[in-house]
């Protein structure tokens, strides 16, 4: 992360009380939505809320960037599709013994 730069920032009452209940750290989930929305390369990912709620710890309290979490995002998406070539595998061995072309 390059140099970080200290700034006033104006929200609304309401907006600073959720983002407290929420245990978030300010700073870290503005600069975290500010790189999402320069990012020229996103990919937007539905997740459960127990999920969310994890990620944005992880992310406005740690100093952890998106950026930070791609190797293990690759990595998980290794084990995905090694888990789909598998099953894939296992169809087409059913089809065939049943008859199906090779």
Do not use: C, F, W
Request: glycine share 6%.
């Amino acid at each position: 992360m390059s140099e970080i730069k200290r700034i006033s920032l104006m929200i609304g009452e309401e907006q600073h009380e959720a983002v407290m209940e929420r245990g978030l750290n300010l700073s870290g989930l503005v600069r975290d939505l500010l790189n999402d929305y320069l990012s020229e390369n996103k990919i937007v990912i539905a997740v459960s809320d127990e999920t969310k709620q994890v990620y944005d710890q992880v992310v406005s309290n740690s100093g952890a960037s998106d950026e930070d979490l791609e190797p293990y995002l690759m990595e998980a998406l290794k084990g995905l599709l090694e888990e789909r070539i598998q099953s894939m595998e296992k169809l087409r061995k059913k089809l065939i013994k049943k008859g199906g072309r090779r």
